[in-house]
């Protein structure tokens, strides 16, 4: 069974770090581009970061640009978002995606079109 399963969510104060970890089970990442993407209550599901197949193209969102950084060890069958300098509007659910995307960005833009996706984890910044 092809799965996705997001961890390390949580309660944090403003300021403050969280690493998310997204794991693969039932196939290998190798060959996949994966994406974290948000969606705040009330909110549209919006792209934060994306990562190629091998590792070597990156895409941030704006908003999380200098804050975020995501990374993958196919070795774990896993990808990371570290977070850092969380906000208030920082939270929300969090998701992970995998998808045969070309290039990241394109990834990042297209959410609607991916059809592999984790159960989601929270993320709650508040003081």
């Known amino acids: 069974q092809v799965q996705l399963v997001e961890s390390g969510g949580g309660l944090v104060p403003p300021g403050e770090s969280l690493r998310l970890s997204c794991a693969a089970s039932g196939f290998t990442l190798d060959y996949y581009a994966i994406g974290w993407f948000r969606q705040a209550p009330g909110k549209e599901r919006e792209g934060v970061s994306c990562i190629s197949s091998s590792g070597g193209s990156t895409y941030y969102a704006d908003s999380v640009k200098g804050r975020f950084t995501i990374s993958r060890d196919n070795a774990k069958n896993t990808v990371y978002l570290e977070m850092n300098s969380l906000k208030p509007e920082d939270t929300a659910y969090y998701y992970c995606?995998?998808?045969?995307?070309?290039?990241?960005?394109?990834?990042?833009?297209?959410?609607?079109?991916?059809?592999?996706w984790g159960q989601g984890t929270l993320v709650a910044v508040s003081s």
């Open positions: 995606a995998a998808d045969l995307a070309e290039t990241v960005q394109t990834m990042c833009a297209s959410w609607r079109s991916l059809e592999v």
